[in-house]
């Protein structure tokens, strides 16, 4: 199929972006000594491909490679700056494809932390003697840093927050709750040009637009790996706003994220209906002060345990230790998390993380001190690392930098 | 741990309905000769613990389940009305826990269909000597039986549906835009009550509030296995309203779906701004004498291709056969799906399944008709299989029965 045959207007992820993606890929499956990955997940495929696809995407360690769709063909052509994209009409092709693409080849990467078991079981019958090994190594390094292009989507996403945090104001009363100040903010992130639906890898893994979460609600833990948890709507969910009611001192913790082009951009601010009580500002004070130091050492170089660590020790200092991250065993054992086309990508600024920060790393950093039976509070920004000099905050919301 | 420690407000699944469901599927277990399952996905938890946890649930093919929670215990203990909740330390600790919760242990059942490789690796070092299956067929065919307190949950989320309904007339006008009404409608079905997000079972399964498409975007093919796609925000979301713009004449389908305590519904209902074009209002007559045809079938007994089949019969009399359910490649080979914790439930009202529907089925219908350049017309309720009698329509959304 030729290109041009729908409108070209949604080829969307310039063609350089995609060069240099596989390429990048290409040399860590060379490395890893991997003779072509054969990629199936969404937020992969939109990476490598710029398009999502029912679809499987061979990558040859040295060549072009082949995007096999099964559904749709034509918007694939249109939307992918690929130039091999053909009908995958069985698994039965697979072994064509990959020799046409990658020649011989007898380890064969794979998505293995999000495959499941049953896919692999169908990659084994029609590639028998094959070896499957894990490429996501490889790949999620690559993703980890983000071109100037990529940045771009993520300002764009930031964009959204700056109109939905700007309306907090006008919604908090007293007597509301935080699920329907939450419901006006989805839609003003709707507006703002919030594409929906966003990823979180993993097998259980759910996004949504953030939570809004008021009072003692914001203190309940959840299933969910987050420092705040909530209610939720029901057991079913069991994570965001309940209905937890809004009156004059109780903390407001929204926790938004914006998406734009598959990218997405995380900020929290902690509102209140008047003056937060003394003890729930003082710990917001030192939420401020730890995102302080952590943007200090948001550089190239630093290991990513390091805002954590840093984080906890300031915590301790001031006496909130215990509510440093969430409470008792579900409390999390990270500061922040990478963000891009999913909520959780490396850099994971975790407890006992030793690898390095490099320029192009997007983290979200979110101080959260949480008190159960009163509520919880803290601040979150995205930020982008920078070759030299400090990092670039992607999430100017209002309420940062600290008045 | 005892019960009562946090609030038990939100025990919502009900004792029985637990017991009853872990029976079932104990009874699936020995047919298919499997010592014990092992549950980690979030719909398979909550539809036999009652809630959502980072978790491990034991089920022994005869005994007590034993629920290993590692986040969060306190509410997992609050929340199910299972008896054994334990908190999960360790990969270790599966061993133990296996062998004291179903003896000897040499098949274990895994939910192949989703679980992770990584995660089978992990279950591989941790159970040396033990050999995995698939215990999905054992559950599936247990959760594809609806209890009255199940369908209970889904008229819930069905009665969202009408508040949501009743907003178009008001929301389309001319110069508008499908995105536009989605949005008002995703706010007014929060308000309803709708819990955000939804479950679409697979790797790749991705599930939002549904789709408003005006106009010729509606017969855009998506990656989604579904008979309407649209343009999507971007190429990395690909599905769903992108600007179409509504104008006299203009078909609008509103396909929504409205979710209560984890329980799905779903309808879809074709609106104009005036009266669409004859050719189109011939189409989504075709459509409505499919879906009462398939009423008519909804009973014990027919098999889950019939409805498909009858209704390709119907289309292709009338001259419609190339635009059944879809376009070209694209086309889907269904006429409708089970619905209940997951969009994508058996049983699957496909081309080739001889399957017989039983008593306690739901199922979405949705005839569809789409013209390339034109637009998309169709409608859709779900229902419920009663052991005798006619279906019960559990969507009665203004627009159906036909006027």
């Known amino acids: 199929?030729?290109?041009?045959?729908?409108?070209?207007?949604?080829?969307?992820?310039?063609?350089?972006?995609?060069?240099?993606?596989?390429?990048?890929?290409?040399?860590?499956?060379?490395?890893?000594?991997?003779?072509?990955?054969?990629?199936?997940?969404?937020?992969?495929?939109?990476?490598?491909?710029?398009?999502?696809?029912?679809?499987?995407?061979?990558?040859?360690?040295?060549?072009?490679?082949?995007?096999?769709?099964?559904?749709?063909?034509?918007?694939?052509?249109?939307?992918?700056?690929?130039?091999?994209?053909?009908?995958?009409?069985?698994?039965?092709?697979?072994?064509?494809?990959?020799?046409?693409?990658?020649?011989?080849?007898?380890?064969?990467?794979?998505?293995?932390?999000?495959?499941?078991?049953?896919?692999?079981?169908?990659?084994?019958?029609?590639?028998?003697?094959?070896?499957?090994?894990?490429?996501?190594?490889?790949?999620?390094?690559?993703?980890?840093?983000?071109?100037?292009?990529?940045?771009?989507?993520?300002?764009?996403?930031?964009?959204?927050?700056?109109?939905?945090?700007?309306?907090?104001?006008?919604?908090?009363?007293?007597?509301?709750?935080?699920?329907?100040?939450?419901?006006?903010?989805?839609?003003?992130?709707?507006?703002?040009?919030?594409?929906?639906?966003?990823?979180?890898?993993?097998?259980?893994?759910?996004?949504?637009?953030?939570?809004?979460?008021?009072?003692?609600?914001?203190?309940?833990?959840?299933?969910?790996?987050?420092?705040?948890?909530g209610w939720g709507p029901s057991p079913a969910v069991g994570r965001g706003p309940r209905a937890g009611a809004v009156q004059p001192g109780t903390a407001v913790t929204v926790d938004l994220v914006g998406a734009a082009d598959g990218y997405l951009a995380d900020a929290t601010r902690t509102f209140s209906l008047g003056d937060l009580p003394p003890m729930l500002a003082a710990a917001l004070d030192v939420c401020e002060r730890i995102l302080e130091e952590a943007e200090g050492l948001l550089v190239p170089g630093t290991p990513w345990h390091l805002p954590y660590q840093r984080g906890l020790e300031i915590a301790t200092d001031a006496g909130y230790g215990d509510a440093y991250m969430g409470v008792g065993s579900s409390r999390v054992s990270f500061l922040g998390h990478g963000i891009g086309l999913e909520i959780n990508e490396p850099p994971f600024l975790a407890r006992g993380l030793d690898h390095a920060l490099a320029a192009g790393n997007v983290v979200a950093v979110e101080p959260k001190l949480v008190f159960p039976g009163v509520g919880a509070v803290g601040v979150e920004n995205s930020y982008a690392i920078r070759a030299s000099g400090p990092p670039e905050l992607l999430t100017p919301v209002p309420g940062w930098p600290r008045t």
Not at 15 to 42: C, K
Request: hydrophobic fraction near 50%; charged fraction near 20%.
């Open 1 to 229: 199929m030729r290109k041009g045959t729908l409108s070209t207007m949604f080829t969307l992820v310039p063609a350089d972006e995609i060069e240099r993606r596989v390429a990048a890929f290409q040399t860590g499956l060379v490395a890893a000594s991997i003779d072509a990955a054969l990629i199936v997940e969404s937020a992969d495929l939109y990476y490598l491909t710029g398009t999502v696809a029912d679809a499987h995407l061979v990558v040859p360690a040295a060549g072009a490679p082949t995007y096999l769709v099964r559904r749709d063909l034509g918007r694939a052509v249109a939307e992918s700056a690929l130039e091999r994209v053909v009908a995958f009409t069985s698994f039965r092709d697979l072994g064509l494809a990959l020799a046409q693409s990658a020649g011989t080849t007898t380890v064969v990467g794979l998505e293995l932390d999000v495959l499941p078991v049953a896919h692999l079981r169908r990659f084994e019958k029609a590639l028998p003697g094959v070896s499957f090994v894990d490429c996501m190594p490889a790949l999620r390094a690559v993703r980890a840093v983000k071109s100037e292009w990529e940045l771009g989507r993520i300002r764009s996403a930031a964009r959204q927050l700056d109109a939905a945090f700007a309306a907090v104001p006008g919604l908090i009363a007293n007597g509301t709750t935080d699920r329907a100040i939450q419901i006006e903010l989805e839609r003003v992130l709707r507006h703002a040009g919030h594409q929906g639906p966003c990823r979180f890898r993993g097998m259980n893994g759910e996004m949504y637009f953030g939570a809004v979460l008021a009072g003692p609600d914001a203190a309940v833990a959840a299933a969910s790996d987050t420092p705040l948890g």
